[in-house]
């Protein structure tokens, strides 16, 4: 069980990084989750072009190829059949010294470690959800590793026995704290619009695609939160917990309280586009 440190192949216990380290000191960095299915990583160019968006936003010079992404991460997969994950992390490295302004010289930490995917409890029956103030930063576009107002926002649903907080901005409903947003309005299938205030996720755009191509009606759009509490579907979607559908809003059932026709649909297409 070798993790990926700044080109070499290690045991974990052995891959150390520098307490001056500007990931550590800052939060200076960004990541990506990429799922493996039967070993192979899912829509890669799609998270390797995400990715250089998340770079490029962060100012953070790196340059690696599709193919050079492949070939790092393919000795971390187990070729054991089950649902994987890369969990990649590159930060602008150590500075001698903890300055706010960039080092004269970035040489970048790159760390990438490979999981199981733990397909997620609760995903047949539905979960719960609270809706919560949308604390974070104006650049959501950016998958950046400074996650605390996600964590804050995740762990006060988790004390109020909801598994996700859906997070609200002036009544309009963005993503969730670690996933993006979906409700079936009047019959459409609808997610807000890309913009800097959600991050653009893979599992999403799999979604509007297979949405697409099987003939559900669906749209971008903002949903507001009346409209979310009066639909008759809403799920959360992201790459390790796939689509899960929401039965209790803010302890008040969504429709009958079951997971819905449009869910089941969606969730055997892509069950199927994975294999
Ligand atoms: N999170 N929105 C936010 C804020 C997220 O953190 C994530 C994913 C998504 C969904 O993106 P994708 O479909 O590409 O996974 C949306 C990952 C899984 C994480 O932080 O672990």
Known sequence: DKVYLNGAYLPLAEAKVSVLDRGFLFGDGVYEVIPAYAGKLFRLESHVQRLNNSL??????????????????????????????????ITRGYAPKRDHGFPAE??????AMCSEIVPFTGKTVGIKAVTLDDTRWQMCQVKAITLLANILLRQQALDQGAAEAILVKNGRVIE??????????????????????????ITRDVILELAQANNIASREADISLAELQAASEVWVASSTREIIPIVDLDGTAVADGKPGPVWQKLDKLLQDYKK
């Open 176 to 201: 969730g704290a670690a996933s993006n947003i979906f409700a079936v309005i009047d019959g459409v299938l609808v997610t807000p619009p890309k913009s800097h205030e959600i991050l653009p996720g």
């Open 56 to 89: 490029a936003a962060i100012r953070l010079p790196l340059n690696y190829s599709v193919d050079e992404w492949q070939n790092i991460f393919q000795p971390l997969l187990n070729n054991n059949g089950k649902d994987q994950y890369i969990y990649l992390q």
């Open 106 to 111: 970035t040489i970048p930490t790159v760390f």
